[in-house]
């Protein structure tokens, strides 16, 4: 999962530069790796299609406009699909993505998630909230931001990272009512096919990763005999 980038070495952890983002993307692909839509990691985790190994899914979190500027040539290049999940009130704002672009991107074969409206912890009542209010927060969020995504792009959303990787029984329970496929927290490691769906993990890749760095973070596939 990848947040922002720049076209200099980066200062912010988040930020991953563009000269590291090409030699990750040069190294799945040199590696065997095989980047995967999100609509066929789901095929898989419901036993409905089988997947390569080594496969590999690719996140962007928020919707910052270097994710159009700088990071989406590079993915045209190497030809690599990305889900794209937005918080929607960012959608417009300065140094954020515009409609357009992401209206761009989809068409080129982003998947577009959902992040909520406006990014708040979903995981808990906030304050003095009551559970009663908790509720209509949660609805508010999802059903707000998956509304915009709607007007804006024609789809319905799918898939929901959760705001900070923090999850509730209640959220995941609205989620599921509302036909969405799956979650995702942001954990290291990999998503076999018995994983929670709801549960899922991201890697995070920071700006300072080396490419030994970012190859550990792949080294999650074990190859086992079956008995």
């Not at 990750?24 to 980047?35: E, P, T, W």
């Not at 919707?63 to 794209?84: D, H, M, N, R």
């Not at 209206?103 to 080129?108: A, N």
Request: one cysteine or more.
């Amino acid at each position: 999962s990848y947040n922002g980038f720049s076209s200099a070495p980066a200062k912010t952890r988040t930020i991953v530069s563009r000269q590291n983002f090409v030699e990750q993307m040069q190294y799945l692909k040199d590696n065997g790796y095989v980047v995967i839509s999100m609509d066929e990691f789901f095929e898989f985790l419901e036993f409905k299609g089988e997947l390569p190994p080594k496969s590999v899914v690719l996140t962007f979190d928020d919707g910052w406009c270097s994710q159009y500027e700088i990071a989406f040539p590079v993915l045209k290049q190497f030809g690599y699909p990305v889900t794209l999940f937005l918080y929607t009130d960012l959608i417009h704002e300065n140094t954020c993505l515009s409609w357009d672009q992401v209206k761009e991107m989809q068409e080129s074969g982003f998947t577009v998630g959902n992040l909520s409206k406006t990014h708040r912890d979903l995981s808990r009542p906030k304050g003095d909230e009551s559970y009663t209010q908790y509720f209509g927060a949660i609805q508010d969020e999802v059903d707000g931001a998956e509304e915009r995504i709607k007007n804006k792009l024609g789809v319905k959303t799918a898939y929901f990272a959760y705001p900070y990787g923090a999850s509730s029984d209640l959220l995941i329970a609205f989620l599921k009512k509302r036909g969405y496929r799956g979650g995702f927290k942001v954990a290291p490691g990999g998503n076999p096919f018995y994983r929670d769906k709801f549960q899922l993990k991201r890697s995070v890749i920071y700006g300072d990763y080396d490419i030994d760095s970012f190859a550990d973070k792949l080294n999650i596939f074990i190859g086992q005999k079956l008995q």
